[in-house]
């Protein structure tokens, strides 16, 4: 889709309700649903974080999303796909701050340049102790990407047209940190396989765009 359009019709999500935790339970194996149901308590003492769903024209002038390859590190989000984002800092005033800051320090995306259209409902990872704020943001005028070579493996840019093809949801045999071998549902998007929470925020985004594209 032409970034101009996109850009046009996606300000109409700022109006709409989220779809909140059932969008998320569509890319969650029933072990995950379960696990987070039951620790209500636990996720009050939760760390903070944000990332940034970020779409952008392409050389083309379409619109991409861009999500990012983990580094291999001792850690459950150790090589895997997310969005740009991280952990709450003592200087960030607040959780949009956070998310505009990690996305200029791991793909060098000046906060200044990307318009916010809102933010999504929170998710809590059990794993990490993490709850996650995410946010949906536009970068109209791109300058060249770059990566923070310590925590960042690779960009992946993918098509908004290939993310809102349904035929992108799959299931796949995966251990995880709560259960062994298990069918879990995810996106295959540009070549990689997308599951956990990254998949779960990114199945909010594509409900809410579903309403409006």
């Known amino acids: 889709m032409d970034f101009n359009d996109f850009s046009q019709r996606i300000s109409k999500i700022k109006n709409l309700p989220l779809p909140g935790p059932e969008s998320h339970y569509k890319m969650a194996p029933e072990e995950r649903i379960n696990t987070l149901q039951a620790i209500e308590l636990k996720r009050k003492n939760a760390k903070k ?87 949906v943001g536009l970068y109209p005028v791109v300058s060249p990407f770059k990566i923070q070579e310590s925590e960042v493996e690779a960009l992946v840019e993918v098509s908004l047209d290939e993310f809102m093809d349904d035929n992108t949801v799959i299931y796949q045999k995966l251990t995880t940190s709560y259960a062994q071998n298990i069918d879990v549902p995810a996106f295959k998007l540009n070549g990689y396989t997308v599951w956990g929470a990254t998949a779960m925020m990114l199945s909010e985004v594509k409900e809410l765009f579903k309403q409006v594209l």
């Open 49 to 135: 974080a944000a990332v940034m769903a970020l779409f952008y024209p392409n050389q083309s002038s379409n619109t991409n999303l861009l999500l990012i390859l983990r580094k291999s590190y001792k850690g459950v989000h150790s090589n895997q796909i997310g969005f740009p984002g991280g952990k709450v800092e003592k200087e960030d005033k607040d959780l949009l701050h956070t998310a505009l800051r990690e996305t200029f320090e791991e793909v060098g995306v000046l906060p200044q340049a990307v318009k916010v259209i809102r933010s999504l409902t929170e998710l809590y990872i059990p794993p990490s102790n993490f709850e996650v704020q995410p946010y």
